[in-house]
């Protein structure tokens, strides 16, 4: 392609291979197809590359797992965790962080990261669920490093929900 200088046009072309590999199955060319991208700090990736990077990973790693695909999954973790503290209302940021974190095998932290995504929908409910289902995969399950942490933000955050479920439903039964 005769691109050039056009930073922009080639990003966009870019994203484009990555979302016609992603059409075709295709993890390992979407992850190439933004290899420049993932060459970078993760700090520097922009929102959208972020979201196919770590789709891409954590598909990759799932279907065959090694040190070549855990490498770019565990790059992506970190820079959605950061991503979703800095936007804490992206829930399709924190359910991608999921779908990664269970690719990784940290199954209490993805449940959190899913019931972070359901109180980014404003599905409390649903928040509430995927909290208690953490709660219960840390009692239930050999701890992980990190795990006692994380058991307590899903407390934390369980309170929370419940609270806010208890606030509509006073606030319906005032109507």
Do not use: C
């Amino acid at each position: 392609l005769a691109l050039g200088n056009h930073g922009s046009a080639l990003r966009l072309v870019q994203l484009l291979e990555m979302e016609m590999a992603f059409k075709e199955n295709d993890m390992r060319g979407a992850l190439r197809a933004l290899n420049n991208v993932i060459a970078l700090p993760a700090s520097q990736w922009q929102r959208p590359e972020l979201i196919y990077v770590a789709q891409a990973s954590a598909r990759l790693h799932t279907a065959s797992p090694s040190m070549e695909t855990s490498q770019p999954l565990a790059k992506s973790v970190s820079a959605l965790q950061a991503w979703v503290l800095q936007s804490p209302q992206d829930a399709q940021a924190w359910q991608v962080l999921a779908s990664s974190l269970a690719a990784q095998g940290r199954t209490l932290a993805s449940l959190r990261a899913e019931g972070e995504a359901q109180l980014a929908r404003m599905d409390f409910g649903a928040a509430v669920d995927r909290f208690r289902a953490a709660q219960d995969a840390s009692r239930n399950n050999s701890p992980q490093i990190g795990d006692h942490i994380e058991a307590s933000i899903v407390d934390s955050r369980l309170r929370f929900a419940q609270g806010i479920l208890r606030e509509q439903f006073l606030e319906k039964q005032a109507r």
